[in-house]
């Protein structure tokens, strides 16, 4: 079978796409789900893994591939699947191949309505929002929520599951095209990066937002912490700017805010049955449409590094997803 390899840590332009032989469903932990693979979706730990700077330093030579979307080949007795169940799955890495072996733990059920390029674009961006918002920023209905980088496959997510819960979305872009991106997403207001703060301070009657979501990083800190209101949070989740800034603790003081980090993948893929907790709280919002992940470009398997060149060159919309 094909699958897209990293064989030197030389970044997405040494990324090949190899013949490489089947896994079986006896894995190392226990049987296994078989997924035979239809779409595969482009993220950030890719990027990161591609030049071996991401947390998880898995042995070369290595399959690339966080989310990805198919058809249950096979499966084991109790897991809740049955061949021919269409599933998203998400792992550390290794969903870039035309089947794949994962856990039931990680395999969820994809709605009818949902294509498999949708599916790709679901598991790690939809639950990173989902544990952003509901758990570690405590979200509640009525709340505005803040979205830095929002045309993309995190800041899409985040803004559908705001809408969800009830909350108003302010997206953060860069230019017009990626506002209009957010405004399909379901975003309630689009500002530009370029004063975004004072926008934001018009858009609250002058009171601020309660949640701020940052991918983004760099020099939007200090005005990000400027645009909570009383009692708001910050949400750190990443760092696609490049830099990784610093925050002046007394800022926290003068108006009873909060930094709080989020790092989904190491919190939920520690916990067993977690992620599917999670999916289960967000299926609603699939069924009822407010869910609809916004697919932007896509790629065939030879060309999964371009799309992280891409991504890296933010010229993203949306999420990007490869094909198998």
């Given amino acids: 079978m094909r699958a897209v390899r990293v064989t030197t840590l030389d970044g997405p332009g040494a990324i090949t796409v190899e013949d490489v032989e089947e896994p079986t469903a006896d894995g190392a932990f226990g049987p296994q ?58 792992l550390g890495h290794g969903g870039a ?31 990173t929002a989902h544990f952003a918002l509901a758990v570690r920023g405590d979200l509640q209905e009525g709340e505005t929520v803040l979205v830095h980088g929002a045309a993309g496959g995190v800041g899409t997510a985040t803004l559908q599951v705001a809408r969800g819960y009830g909350a108003r ?18 975003a309630d207001e689009v500002v530009l990066v370029e004063g975004f703060r004072d926008r934001v301070k018009e858009l609250t009657d002058g009171q601020g937002v309660d949640v701020v979501m940052d991918v983004v990083g760099g020099d939007l800190m200090t005005d990000s912490l400027r645009s909570l209101g009383a009692l708001g949070r910050l949400l750190v ?45 967000i299926l609603p919002m699939m069924e009822s449409g407010v869910i609809a992940p916004p697919v932007g470009a896509t790629y065939a398997a030879e060309d999964f590094g371009r799309a992280l060149v891409d991504m890296a060159e933010r010229r993203t919309l949306g999420k990007s997803v490869v094909l198998l």
């Fill in 169 to 186: 979305t302010i997206a953060v872009v860069s230019t017009e095209e990626k506002g209009e991106v957010a405004r399909r997403a379901g």
């Fill in 97 to 127: 191949a035309e089947v794949v072996a994962v856990g039931a733990e990680s395999v969820f059920p994809l709605p009818d309505a949902l294509s498999f390029e949708q599916g790709a674009a679901l598991p790690m961006n939809y639950l």
């Fill in 237 to 281: 989740v990443g760092f696609t700017g490049g830099t990784i800034p610093q925050v002046k603790v007394n800022r926290l003081l003068l108006n009873n805010v909060d930094v709080r980090g989020v790092g989904w993948g190491a919190y939920a893929m520690a916990r067993p049955g977690y992620m599917r907790w999670q999916w289960e709280q």
């Fill in 33 to 90: 789900v078989l997924v035979e693979t239809q779409a595969v979706g482009v993220s950030f730990p890719d990027l990161l893994l591609s030049r071996g700077e991401y947390q998880l330093k898995p042995e070369l030579p290595f399959t690339l591939g966080v989310d990805f979307a198919g058809t249950v080949r096979s499966a084991p007795e109790g897991s809740g699947f049955s061949a021919g169940d269409r599933v998203a799955a998400v």
